[in-house]
């Protein structure tokens, strides 16, 4: 098993940014100031695979979307932390109420922003369409751009990893 594999299959925790990695990190705004974005499905199966197999989820964001409250709600995810200032600070607050240490946390992010908690976790995790800063310094970029699939990718590592591991 490869070291980001066995990294892999001891987390117990998986937490995403949103804009960029559930999303290209497009947003749409009307006239009158509605916000709207677009969800990949086939990211919400994968989050629904986690959370079937035990694996918590959260999402950690420094914006704040009504579209992300309502797509998190459908898809099942306990953690949402939006309009965050402070990601590892709200990352130790979800993985103390959980009785983990962020060593057993991943990450998935794209941008500077996410750079402190990405270097706070046990195994960060870039997207294809991340900024070089993020993908130089994380363990695995996915293949998948933000937006297209890398949710459902990284969800799929996990649980392989955490297959391989029995």
């Known amino acids: 098993m490869s ?29 009158d100031g509605i916000e709207t974005k677009a969800f990949n499905t086939q990211d919400g ?3 629904r695979q986690l ?3 035990d694996i918590a989820v959260a999402v950690i964001s420094g914006r704040k979307s ?38 057993e946390c991943a990450y998935v992010g794209d941008d500077i922003p996410d750079l402190a908690l990405l270097k706070h976790v046990g195994v960060p995790i870039a997207v294809a369409n991340a900024v070089e800063q993020v993908r130089n310094f994380c363990d695995y970029t996915t293949t998948a751009p933000g937006g297209f699939a890398a949710v459902r990718e990284v969800c799929e590592l996990v649980l392989a990893a955490r297959e391989d591991s029995t």
């Open 3 to 31: 070291s980001i594999s066995s990294n892999l299959a001891r987390i117990r925790l998986v937490a995403f940014d949103v804009d960029g990695v559930f999303t290209d990190g497009r947003f749409y705004l009307s006239d």
């Open 45 to 47: 199966f994968g989050i």
């Open 51 to 53: 959370i079937r197999a």
């Open 66 to 103: 009504g579209a992300v409250e309502r797509r998190m709600t459908e898809l099942g995810v306990p953690h949402v932390v939006q309009g965050c200032a402070d990601k590892v600070a709200a990352l130790d607050k979800i993985a103390d109420a959980l009785r983990i240490t962020a060593k």
